[in-house]
């Protein structure tokens, strides 16, 4: 069975037009993600690893080519329905975890539920993916800051997977971690993905690359290898 | 919703920025409100003073003219303009149904018992027909006699003057002893003659000691239903055909002049308080200007997450609306407060102030209060709103 890929990247460029000059960011990048893999995106500084994870986030739309995130082509969408998007299909994990420090972890976790149901929700759903992370039951109603940060990067995986998304963005999810704590995050990652959770991931790290099952190497805006 | 909890919680842990922000909405509020409740109880208070004025249309002699009037006139008049009878009898007629009742005024000494002191008080002229017409008593009768009078009820109260009481007019009593057959209720301040601090004779009694056979004054009591500002312009279209002779004042275009002139007084007032509320409405804005950059990497997260713009900016107009609203309440509540405080030390009675008109400076206070909170907010919130998730995610 041919199934649909998840993402689908065709000639993208991205140019930013500086003062200075126009500067390539992006310089005719294609490639696919079909849906349970789980690759690794590697790549000096200033190579385009996060302008290439701002566009496959929908954070940012490309200067010329196409970019398909499950069939949708998002070169023309609007804001509101680039939002709905990310909201719906995309999960992010970031280096520096980003929990909402007015919020409690079962708020933090449940509010992209939140966002797509716009009404309260049944915070029982936020217990059980927060478990699935193997977070302690008694941290739940403590605050972002009062967790160490291998517990706030759980919060931070159960918030991204709350809404079942197509694919989890990683901007170098361990970066911010001890290596015992980044593995044990890693291998909830690879749990993630076994069971069926497209995952992407930005990261310096050649051990934590070493989690995913294809790596794509970026240089000068072009995929190398 | 998640939104209106973040914005509560921000504020609470912002708790001394947040109440100082609030705190220029609740002096706004109270500047305005409590300015309003003064200017409302001031023209309350004035109404109730010029209540007895009622519709009534004065007639005096044109005083800029110097022609066609009378000369003279009976002694102590203070003025040399007059009306004569036959210039009443043209008035009179013109404003036929509506009664037309001439006044005459002058000012003696007079002498309030044996061994009391000599004091000097205006004494008017009213036929005894129509003096019913135009004032009230509080104790007595009225006099028919021409030697009764009434006297004002300061006046009775100030010399210790009963019904009953003796008054002698005049040098050693020259011009006569009256008796006093009746106490005048107050009238307060009123346009056609002020009787507190004077006595009332009848006209012949004051034509025969004062040598009159004019008069100073013409108060036309204008009847229900009729409108005082036409008797007004009948009797200038008769007695002011060619030349100016007589000036007509309409009482109740005079009160509403008045009143006018307090609305304008209280509205400046109140500007002036409106002033501290755009001050309290900087202050709000700046805050929230504070708070937008605050968290701009946060509004870069939410954005990034999934959350639309008007989500962010409600966020923050539900911040601007909590200051507001909670400020301009107990600004509200504050302002009835000052209200109560300024009436008692200004007006020396605080009757007016529980009053629906009085309400309405409160409520226009309020609502200003949060129209100003939510207005500082819109900018702050729509700047969040439309951030780059991007370049917010990057900010530090």
């Not at chain 2, 922000?21 to 300015?35: E, H, K, T, Y």
């Not at chain 2, 007595?140 to 006046?155: D, H, I, M, N, T």
């Not at chain 2, 008054?167 to 307060?188: A, H, M």
């Amino acid at each position: 069975m041919n199934e649909q890929p998840v993402m689908v990247f065709k000639d993208v460029v991205k140019v930013y037009p500086l003062p200075a000059g126009d500067v390539t960011a992006l310089d005719g990048v294609s490639f696919r993600v079909d849906r349970g893999e789980f690759i690794s995106i590697m790549g000096p500084s200033g190579s385009g690893k996060s302008t290439l994870l701002n566009l496959m986030g929908c954070l940012d739309t490309p200067t010329s080519g196409d970019i398909f995130i499950s069939g949708t082509r998002i070169g023309d969408m609007s804001d509101t329905e680039l939002t709905n998007l990310r909201r719906d299909r995309i999960g992010f994990i970031f280096q520096y975890f980003n929990l909402f420090p007015l919020l409690n972890i079962i708020e933090n976790v449940t509010f992209p539920m939140m966002l797509k149901s716009q009404k309260a929700v049944d915070p029982e759903k936020g217990r059980e993916v927060l478990r699935s992370v193997q977070l302690d039951d008694k941290l739940f109603s403590h605050t972002p800051t009062e967790l160490s940060g291998g517990q706030q990067q759980r919060v931070a995986v159960a918030r991204s997977l709350i809404n079942n998304p197509d694919i989890l963005l990683c901007d170098e999810p361990t970066g911010n971690l001890d290596s015992k704590t980044g593995d044990g995050i890693m291998d909830l990652m690879t749990e993630l993905n076994r069971k069926g959770t497209t995952i992407i991931m930005v990261t310096h790290d050649a051990h934590i690359a070493e989690y995913s099952r294809r790596t794509v190497r970026i240089a000068d805006g072009r995929i190398v290898a | 919703m998640i939104f209106w909890e973040i914005a509560k919680r921000n504020l609470r842990i912002h708790l001394l920025r947040s109440t100082l922000a609030m705190l220029g909405i609740v002096i706004g509020v109270v500047a305005i409100a409590s300015m309003g409740i003064l200017g409302n109880s001031l023209v309350l208070s004035v109404s109730d003073s010029l209540h007895t004025v009622g519709d009534s249309v004065i007639v005096s002699p044109y005083a800029g003219g110097g022609s066609g009037f009378g000369q003279g006139g009976g002694g102590g008049g203070s003025t040399s303009l007059k009306i004569t009878d036959q210039q009443f009898q043209q008035i009179k007629r013109a404003v036929a149904p509506n009664i037309a009742i001439p006044v005459l005024q002058t000012a003696d000494i007079m002498k309030l018992g044996v061994g009391s002191d000599t004091i000097v008080a205006p004494i008017y002229g009213i036929n005894p027909d129509d003096v019913d017409k135009l004032l009230n008593l509080k104790a007595g009768s009225y006099s028919r006699s021409e030697s009764g009078c009434l006297v004002g009820s300061k006046f009775a109260d100030d010399h210790n003057v009963q019904v009953g009481s003796r008054i002698s007019i005049g040098t050693d009593g020259d011009k006569g002893t009256l008796r006093v057959t009746g106490i005048i209720e107050e009238r307060g301040i009123s346009f056609d003659i002020s009787t507190d601090s004077a006595i009332v004779v009848t006209q012949n009694w004051f034509d025969t000691t004062y040598n009159r056979n004019d008069y100073d004054t013409v108060v036309v009591k204008v009847n229900q239903g009729v409108d005082s500002a036409v008797v007004k312009t009948t009797i200038e279209k008769q007695m002011n055909k060619r030349d100016k002779v007589v000036s007509v004042m309409d009482s109740k275009a005079t009160l509403a002049t008045i009143f006018s002139a307090f609305g304008a007084v209280t509205t400046f007032v109140s500007a002036i308080g409106g002033i501290s509320m755009i001050v309290a409405g900087v202050s709000i804005f700046n805050i929230m200007m504070m708070s937008v950059t605050e968290r701009i990497k946060e509004i870069g997260i939410m954005r990034s997450i999934g959350t639309q713009k008007r989500e962010v900016m409600s966020m923050f107009m539900y911040e601007a609306a909590i200051l507001g609203i909670v400020g301009s309440v107990i600004g509200g509540v504050l302002s009835l407060i000052a209200g109560y405080a300024i009436s008692a030390l200004l007006l020396k009675t605080t009757k007016y102030l529980f009053v629906w008109s009085s309400a309405t400076p409160i409520i226009e206070g309020v609502c200003f209060g949060i129209v100003i909170s939510l207005a500082c907010g819109i900018y702050p919130a729509w700047k969040a709103a439309n951030l780059s998730p991007i370049e917010a995610m990057r900010h530090e």
